[in-house]
């Protein structure tokens, strides 16, 4: 084979080189050379002849290219050739030998001819398959997380993919693993979906997914009543409700009387928790609480600092009295008695 600069390019003396001069593709480039002829000289005697293409080892072909060898011409009368239009992707680095059954001419051109042609190999669109539908609960309450699932997508290239949820309500999560968890503020249908993107790729993302209906209602509310055993705080405190699960926090109240304080809750407070003020209670139900207090009498001018707190247990001074409010359990009051001169 040998290349002219202007056309018919594939002219010479015999009209059959050996060599190609012509400058490799570019990257994205492809090139035909054709006719390529393939004859027996008369004086051979087979049956059938053999066409072999060889790489080079010097200089070996890109490994980005096609290769490819297609018949365009058997000669007349030949049987048992493969059929006009036959393609051959010729492997790298190896020998290609095709046999063929012979044809014998002293003219090349009536022979067999061939298109060899270099081809840029076509990168691949990277697609991302649609993730399943989402799967987790389809009823809530309100400000209740849940979690929630998606899977099944993959990159036709072999990539990670990552996933991301639209929730319904105008916010989406970030992007990455397939199990997420949200919670719904207010009360309403909303309509959960997911995508995947590649992972190397981030610009290349699935549709999104089929879609899963969400209904959150608003939470169901219990009641918590405080009452105050006896009856000292200056206000009583009316039952208050509160969201199924939360966690309240509430501490005694005030009492009116100074002689009046804080011993214990009793009723539906924590076990290990019956000294607390303020106290913390999980609302996983209707609840009552009882706060106690000692209920004591103020006696004029006792201890001689203007009174002290008469109790069933005997006197107290308020200087006492106050001491005894910030641990009231952990000390007995002083019962003060009067001495006499002997």
């Not at 609960?137 to 990552?162: F, I, W």
């Not at 979906?193 to 290349?204: L, N, S």
């Not at 407070?269 to 706060?291: F, N």
Request: aromatic share 10%; proline share 11%; with cysteine.
């Amino acid at each position: 084979m040998y290349h002219e600069y202007d056309p018919p390019e594939w002219t010479g003396e015999t009209g059959f080189y050996q060599a190609d001069y012509r400058a490799p593709p570019a990257a994205n480039e492809s090139k035909t050379w054709a006719p390529l002829c393939v004859w027996a000289e008369p004086t051979y005697s087979g049956d059938t002849m053999q066409f072999s293409m060889q790489s080079s080892a010097t200089y070996p072909p890109p490994t980005d290219r096609e290769y490819l060898l297609e018949l365009v011409q058997v000669p007349e009368g030949v049987t048992g050739a493969p059929p006009v239009g036959t393609v051959w992707t010729l492997p790298l680095n190896q020998t290609f030998t095709l046999t063929l059954p012979t044809y014998r001419t002293a003219n090349g051109l009536e022979g067999y001819q061939f298109a060899f042609a270099i081809a840029a190999v076509p990168t691949p669109t990277e697609s991302i398959a649609t993730p399943s539908s989402p799967s987790g609960p389809s009823s809530r309450q309100a400000n209740n997380g849940g979690d929630y699932s998606t899977g099944g997508s993959t990159s036709n290239l072999g990539h990670g993919v990552e996933y991301e949820f639209a929730w319904g309500d105008g916010t989406q999560s970030s992007w990455g693993p397939p199990s997420r968890s949200h919670s719904w503020s207010s009360p309403g249908t909303y309509v959960v979906k997911a995508r995947a993107r590649c992972a190397t790729h981030p610009g290349v993302m699935s549709v999104w997914s089929s879609s899963l209906t969400v209904t959150v209602t608003a939470p169901e509310r219990v009641t918590l009543t405080i009452l105050v055993e006896p009856a000292v705080a200056a206000e009583t405190i009316p039952p208050a409700e509160h969201p199924r699960g939360e966690v309240v926090t509430v501490a005694a109240p005030e009492p009116q009387d100074p002689c009046d304080y804080f011993i214990r809750w009793t009723g539906d407070v924590p076990v290990g928790h019956e000294y607390d003020s303020p106290l913390s209670i999980t609302m996983d139900a209707d609840k009552t609480l009882t706060a106690n207090f000692y209920d004591g009498q103020w006696v004029p001018g006792f201890c001689g600092i203007g009174g002290g707190c008469q109790f069933s247990m005997g006197l107290v001074c308020l200087a006492g009295l106050v001491f005894m409010k910030s641990v009231p359990l952990k000390l007995k009051p002083v019962t003060h008695r009067r001495r006499t001169k002997s």
